[in-house]
Each structure stands twice: as C-alpha cells, then as structure tokens.
C-alpha cells in the first residue's frame, strides 16, 4: 500500500483519490478551492456520482483519506502524486495548460527525490516532455513523470474505475511505470504500457472516435427522418456487427459534457499547428455544433412561431446521473427556445432540488409542475425519471401535448392512440393532435 496524493479534487481527482483509498492505499486529495476542500473535510461530496460519498464514507473512516488546500502537506510524504486539474478549452480551442503549469510549481518543491508524478489530466500530444521540463527545474532534481490518461464516464465513474477497458501507462522509464501498475494491482483491467506521447494520443483518440460514432449516427438519423426508416432500429441492426459494435450509436441532440467537446477541439488545434488536414475530425465537430438548432428546427416547423408559447425543458445535465452542466446540449436548446419568444421552465432531477439558479431560467420542483399548462415538452437528458413518466400522462397536465423528445426515450409505439404529438430524433413523427 502506498502514500498517494491527488492534486485538483474535481471530477477525476476525487473520484481517483476516493478509489484508490478502496485499494487500500493512503490518499490525501489537495485542491486550491477553499470552499470545497471545507465541504470534503465536513463529509460532503461537491458533486453527484453515484455510488462515490458511500466509497467516501468508508475510507474516510478507515482513516485512508484526507483532505487540504496546502500543497507541501499533500505531497511531503507522497510516493505518487496524481495530476487531476482542468485543462479547459482557450478561446482558440487549444487547451488550457495553466492550471497544470501552476499545479506542477506549487507541488514541485516538496517533492521527494524518487516520487512519481503522474499526468491523469487529459493533455495535448507532447506535453508529458515540456511538463517534465518545468518538473526538473522547479524540483531541482529530475522527477519521474508518467502519463496515465482516465477514460471514466461520468454517471458511472465508479464502476468505470474499477472496471476500466484498460489501464494506459506511458513512460520511457519502466520503474515509474511498473511503480504506477502495481497502484492498480487489484483492479482486473488489460494495462498497456507505451511511450508519454502515444499514451496521450490514445486519449485523444478515443474521445474523438466516440464523438465520431454519435456525429455519424446523429447523421444517419436526419436520413432516417427523411426516408421514413427507425434509427433506433438502424442502430441496433448496425450494432450487432461486431466490428461495429453496439455502443455509442443512440442519437440526439448531441453530445456534451466536460471532454468530448473540449477534446475534440483540443485535437483540431493540435492537427492546424502541425499543418496537418483533419476533414473528418472537423465534420464530427461541426455535426455536433449544429445538432440542437436541426432539432429545434422541428419546433418550429411545427409551430410557426413560438412565440409566447411556455415550454417545459426536460433534463439539462449533459447527461443523466451526474449534476454536471458543463457544454451541456440543453443550454444550447434553452438558448434557441428564448431566441424564439418561448417562455422556458426547467426540470432535472438532480439540479432543481439542487437549489441553484441555472441559466436564467425558473426551474419547476417536479417534472408534473414543468409540465403544467405547457404548450411543448422537450426532453434533453434522459433521467430514468424522465423515461419512467409514461407518455399517456403527457396531455394530463400540458394545454397541449406537443413533446420534442431529444434522447429517444419512449418507443414511438407508445404515443399510439395518444392525444399528443410526439416527435423525436430518427423516427417517425407521431400526430395524435
Ligand atoms: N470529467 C471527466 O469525466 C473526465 C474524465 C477523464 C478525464 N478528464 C480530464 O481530467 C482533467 C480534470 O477534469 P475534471 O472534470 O475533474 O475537472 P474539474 O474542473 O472538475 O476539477 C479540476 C479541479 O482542479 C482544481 N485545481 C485547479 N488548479 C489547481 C491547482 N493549482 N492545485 C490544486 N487544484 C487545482 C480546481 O479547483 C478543480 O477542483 C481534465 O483534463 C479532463 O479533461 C475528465
Ligand atoms: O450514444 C451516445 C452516447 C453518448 N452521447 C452523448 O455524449 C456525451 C458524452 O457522454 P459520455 O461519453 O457517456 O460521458 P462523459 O462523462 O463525457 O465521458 C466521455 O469523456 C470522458 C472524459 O474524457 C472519457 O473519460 C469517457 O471515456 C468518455 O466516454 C453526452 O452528452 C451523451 O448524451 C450520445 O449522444 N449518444
């Protein structure tokens, strides 16, 4: 077992920290952010995962983690110190590497000579060798780095950790990366060791090819629109194909979030600094950026104009099971509803109860009171919640049940017979009213 420390406790920091103190090891999770480092040490979580406060609540009773804003004391004693900061997109879609710069010099000094540092932020190609520069000068001895990118899925990072694809280990050095194996000893996932660079574009890779897979089946959809063929169906008849695999191929408003959009990003930039033409990876972008306004776009075929119409907005995490609203597709959505003259209440399941203010508009307490005297539903996150309310109890409390469905949540069969219009991504349109 070993002394470990996380800098940031952001999403990946504390899910890190919070999982490997349930391997046994001893964590101290240090963060610049006051009011969340009190928050921890009072027993709270700052974010909703599921599965997250209870693996908290044990290991902070076990004694096998800790908490503090002061750098020194987290890395002091640490023989490993995990990297978990922001690398958020600059205004010119590179990423942002300041808070890691930043990060790399307030722990620097404290080190010990044989710890290793490793780089779980997701980071440009070719940063593991200017981060380790900026190590050696400040530290005033060579300090092994290693990078080990994180590829959990928020909503269910717990589980991803545990049962990880795959371990990515990318050193030029094998002890610091057997010493960073042996971390993950008792989670059963293949490890692939590499060099820093290719361990950084396996990352990158990854989230690109994933964002491909949802641009092209958001594709795929407007053609099923319309042929009048059942994406859904398409999907699944594609996914059965092993080479092409089942997974992300469920169509939408859009994919978004805290990684696809900002990586993607961060790899088109990379591309345009080394003169390299990347027409697909700039396709899968742009599909994206326009998949809510080709959405709302139904809306208003339908209505003409919205304007004055109330309109209930279902959902507005990225996506279900986490209270993330970073690039979520339902600002985009709200933003273009107010742009017409609709008057938008929210509802979602984890922020309405929340009790913050999101985005400028009043959010309902429940999905019955959103709903409540509207005049069109739309469904951008699909909550269990949301995809439990049955769609006969639509036209119970809307004027009039006209439901834009974004995540494909009810089978189309359902509003059958229905007094309600149903329209979602892919599919037939059903005109009950
Ligand atoms: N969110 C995900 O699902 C996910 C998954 C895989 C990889 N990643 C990558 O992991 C990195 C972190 O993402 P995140 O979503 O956890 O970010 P986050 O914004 O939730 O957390 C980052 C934390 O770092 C803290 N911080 C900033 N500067 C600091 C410093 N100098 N010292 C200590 N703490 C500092 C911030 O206060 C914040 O709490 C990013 O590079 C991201 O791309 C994220
Ligand atoms: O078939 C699909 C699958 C996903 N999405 C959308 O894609 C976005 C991202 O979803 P998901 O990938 O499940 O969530 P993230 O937590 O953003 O995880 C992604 O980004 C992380 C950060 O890099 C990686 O670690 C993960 O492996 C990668 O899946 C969300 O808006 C989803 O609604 C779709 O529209 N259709």
Request: with cysteine; hydrophobic share 40%; net charge negative.
């Amino acid at each position: 077992m070993n002394k470990l420390a996380v800098i940031g406790a952001g999403y990946v920091g504390l899910v890190t920290g919070i999982c490997l103190a349930s391997c046994g090891h001893d964590v101290t999770c240090m963060d610049i952010d006051e009011c969340k480092i009190d928050q921890l040490k009072a027993g709270r979580l700052p974010l909703f995962e599921p599965g997250l406060q209870e693996l908290h609540d044990t290991n902070t009773a076990k004694g096998r983690l800790s908490f503090t804003t002061n750098p020194e004391q987290a890395v002091q004693h640490a023989e490993g110190v995990f990297i978990a900061v922001g690398t958020p997109p600059r205004k010119d879609g590179g990423a942002d590497l300041s808070y890691i710069h930043n990060a790399i010099q307030s722990i620097a000094p404290f080190l010990q000579k044989d710890s290793v540092i490793i780089m779980k932020s997701t980071v440009p190609v070719g940063t593991h060798a200017d981060v380790k520069k900026l190590l050696d000068r400040t530290a005033g001895h060579p300090v092994r780095l290693v990078s080990n990118p994180e590829f959990l899925r928020e909503g269910s990072a717990v589980n991803d950790f545990f049962y990880s694809d795959r371990i990515v280990i990318g050193s030029n050095d094998p002890s610091p990366a057997s010493f960073v194996e042996q971390l993950y000893h008792s989670i059963p996932s293949p490890v692939i060791h590499t060099d820093p660079q290719t361990a950084e574009m396996i990352k990158y890779s990854s989230n690109a090819f994933l964002a491909a897979k949802i641009s092209f089946i958001n594709e795929m959809a407007a053609l099923c629109e319309a042929e009048g063929a059942d994406i859904s169906m398409v999907a699944a008849g594609m996914g059965m194909d092993k080479r092409i695999g089942e997974h992300f191929l469920k169509a939408g408003i859009g994919y978004g979030g805290s990684c696809f959009p900002k990586d993607t990003t961060a790899l088109l930039y990379s591309a345009a600094q080394q003169n390299i033409t990347v027409p697909l990876l700039s396709s899968i972008h742009e599909v994206n950026r326009r998949q809510p306004r080709v959405f709302i776009k139904k809306v208003l075929d339908r209505f003409g104009s919205i304007e004055g119409k109330k309109a209930a907005v279902l959902g507005l995490t990225f996506k279900p099971n986490t209270d993330d609203l970073r690039r979520s597709p339902s600002r985009e959505i709200i933003n273009l509803l107010v742009e017409e003259g609709a008057m938008v209440t929210g509802y979602d399941p984890v922020v309405s109860v929340s009790g913050k203010r999101v985005w400028q508009i009043p959010l309902a307490q429940t999905m019955e009171e959103a709903l409540t005297g509207a005049d069109l539903a739309v469904i951008c996150t699909e909550w269990k919640e949301i995809i439990d309310f049955p769609l006969h109890c639509y036209p119970l409390y809307m004027k009039e049940a006209n439901i834009f469905d974004g995540r494909n949540c009810y089978p189309v069969s359902q509003a059958r017979g229905l007094p309600l219009f149903y329209s979602s991504v892919g599919r037939p349109v059903y005109k009950g009213i």
